[in-house]
């Protein structure tokens, strides 16, 4: 499952690597949201959430399903800014239409629910109606958040900004100063090799879940739902970040920008949901489960797995070929045998790599 961008016929210049503070306080947010998502920063996020004072820590509650499940399209830049307060300025001139719908997708949930040729809920009170009841079917926090969005959304916004404008005063730029140069550091890299050697180099140092298609048209993104958007007239933009690891997040829906907020480099390269599903799909079947038991204790050949559990060679060769393709097994040939051993960093990761799949 995918999330495809078409950019057939994009110049590389509509191209951009770019940092974004209020794409990084919004994965912060979210990391005060989430905690159990990144258990790396679950220091840094006890001691935020204990220096709050009460009433912004309030605030972010009230406003929590700006951030914590998906992000609101406003709140990722198409087009950064060296500054949190020029890019809440960016914000403050999106159009009320525009803000509250991307408001209630995450309030409410997915935004199949909200489609871009649907009636607008400030204007049209079936779709006001169908929000709210969406609202009310989330939580009494999400129907109280979605009835004054929709009464008042220039006030809804105001406080909005005000929030995360506090949030910059009490922790978030003292975070940003640190967080900036890695980012500057990852940038250069990045924008070095989209001129030196292309967008497929620059693709793939993003993250191994992002890949150019081989007719260079369309950049994809392994997410855990198949999803289209184009880039065409309006290009593409990526942002890395520090604190949005594991997490790989996209602006798709019609009428916003292609853009891709991607964690900057750390400790092992993400695992393809596919990889994932196929070693799930391979440990699923008790024969194999079995074999697996046995070749933990040490290499076995395909003959003495075969006596092991009274099946025939040909029978064992299968399973083990399924094992193979999944990358839980190694053969080294000695003479006329081949000796299987289990591959157990890649069983051990497996845990590790399906959450990481689904979180992405």
Not at 39 to 66: K, N, S, T, Y
Not at 160 to 189: I, N, Y
Not at 216 to 241: E, H, M, N, Y
């Amino acid at each position: 499952m995918t999330l495809r961008i078409d950019i057939s016929g994009l110049p590389s210049e509509r191209v951009r690597f770019a940092a974004s503070p209020l794409a990084e306080l919004t994965a912060m947010l979210h990391v005060l949201a989430e905690p159990g998502h990144h258990p790396q920063l679950a220091g840094w996020a006890g001691d935020v959430w204990a220096g709050l004072r009460p009433e912004l820590a309030e605030r972010l509650r009230e406003a929590e399903f700006l951030w914590r499940s998906s992000q609101a399209d406003f709140l990722i830049p198409a087009r950064p800014r060296p500054t949190l307060a020029e890019e809440l300025d960016d914000v403050d001139r999106i159009d009320d239409a525009a803000y509250v719908t991307a408001a209630l997708v995450t309030t409410c949930g997915s935004n199949h629910r909200f489609p871009s040729a649907a009636p607008s809920p400030l204007t049209d009170a079936s779709a006001r109606e169908r929000a709210l009841d969406l609202a009310q079917a989330r939580g009494a926090r999400q129907e109280a958040f979605a009835e004054r969005l929709l009464a008042d959304p220039a006030a809804v916004r105001a406080r909005l900004r005000h929030t995360l404008e506090q949030c910059a005063e009490a922790f978030f730029d003292a975070a940003w100063t640190g967080v900036a140069v890695r980012l500057a550091a990852d940038l250069r890299l990045k924008n070095d090799l989209l001129k030196r050697q292309g967008m497929g180099a620059a693709l793939a140092s993003v993250s191994g879940a992002v890949t150019l298609a081989p007719d260079g048209d369309c950049i994809i993104v392994d997410k855990l739902q198949d999803k289209a958007t184009s880039a065409r007239g309006t290009g593409v933009t990526f942002i890395p970040s520090v604190f949005g690891r594991p997490h790989l997040v996209a602006v798709h829906a019609a009428g916003w920008q292609p853009v891709v907020q991607y964690p900057v480099a750390g400790p092992g390269e993400p695992v393809s949901l596919e990889t994932v599903t196929l070693r799930l799909e391979a440990l699923a079947h008790p024969v194999r489960l079995r074999l697996l038991r046995t070749l933990a204790r040490g290499p076995h050949t395909t003959g003495e797995l075969a006596h092991v559990w009274e099946l025939s060679p040909p029978e064992v060769s299968r399973h083990l070929a399924v094992l193979r393709r999944a990358g839980l097994l190694t053969g080294r040939r000695h003479g006329r045998y081949v000796r299987y051993t289990l591959d157990l960093p890649g069983l051990t990761a497996l845990g590790s790599d399906l959450l990481a799949a689904v979180l992405r």
